[in-house]
């Protein structure tokens, strides 16, 4: 089983549509939790930390369930520009490694 | 905020020639830098884990001997792929962590695109 999966999609959503990712994770001790973008053949940017208590940031919602593993990203009124492979990343249980899932592609189309 | 220098950011190499990547932290101390590789359509893999001073430790899978990693100051880590063949192009990324505890975060580099031919 891998360390973190992720539905590959691609999820084609119109302008102004609401999606939702999910990811889940195998190891139980992990501690930090993340939401990444990555546009093709660029870096991976940073989208949002997830917290147990779930935040919110303008029109991006993470939430974490640690008693079935997994975490989610909620997009708002979908924009063109969030067309991209959304990451899930996660730490191991010691140190600070980051694992991360395969992506998810959400393509809005106007 | 923190920002990593990764260069080059493309290279096209011969088939048994050696590639040196360099990531250097340019505005705060990386004592852990995180080597992934992302194979087109799929995500990143980790290959590495350095540490300042220390050597480094390797995923499972990933030849040591081949993916030859330094990191001997707090702001500079290398990659050298060596005898590169064709199944080695690919795109290489560096990521420093900060903080510390289960507190993180993690700066990565803008990634190195190698092609060998």
């Known amino acids: 089983r891998k360390e973190v999966e992720q539905d590959p999609g691609p999820f084609n959503v119109p302008e102004g549509a609401t999606v939702a990712f999910n990811c889940t994770y195998s190891n139980s001790a992990s501690q930090s939790f993340f939401w990444y973008r990555q546009d093709c053949r660029k870096e991976p940017k940073l989208l949002m930390s997830v917290y147990s208590s779930g935040n919110e940031d303008g029109r991006f919602t993470a939430q974490l369930n640690r008693a079935s593993q997994y975490i989610s990203l909620l997009i708002r009124d979908s924009k063109l520009s969030d067309s991209a492979t959304y990451l899930c990343?996660?730490?191991?249980?010691?140190?600070?490694?980051?694992?991360f899932g395969a992506g998810t592609i959400l393509r809005v189309k106007s | 905020g923190a920002v990593v220098s990764q260069h080059p950011s493309w290279v096209i190499c011969k088939s048994g020639t050696s590639v040196k990547i360099e990531c250097r932290s340019l505005d705060f101390q990386a004592t852990t830098m995180f080597w992934y590789r992302q194979f087109p359509k799929q995500s990143l893999m980790l290959m590495a884990t350095?540490?300042?001073?220390?050597?480094?430790?390797?995923e499972q899978g990933v030849e040591k001997d081949k993916f030859l990693i330094n990191h001997a100051s707090l702001t500079l880590s290398t990659l050298t792929v060596t005898s590169a063949h064709p199944e080695d192009s690919s795109f290489y990324i560096c990521?420093?962590?900060?903080?510390?505890?289960?507190?993180?975060?993690?700066?990565f580099g803008s990634g190195t695109r190698l092609t060998v031919v």
């Open positions: 990521s420093a962590s900060t903080g510390t505890g289960f507190n993180y975060g993690y700066t």
């Open positions: 350095s540490n300042e001073g220390s050597k480094a430790t390797y």
């Open positions: 990343a996660v730490t191991g249980s010691y140190g600070n490694k980051l694992v």
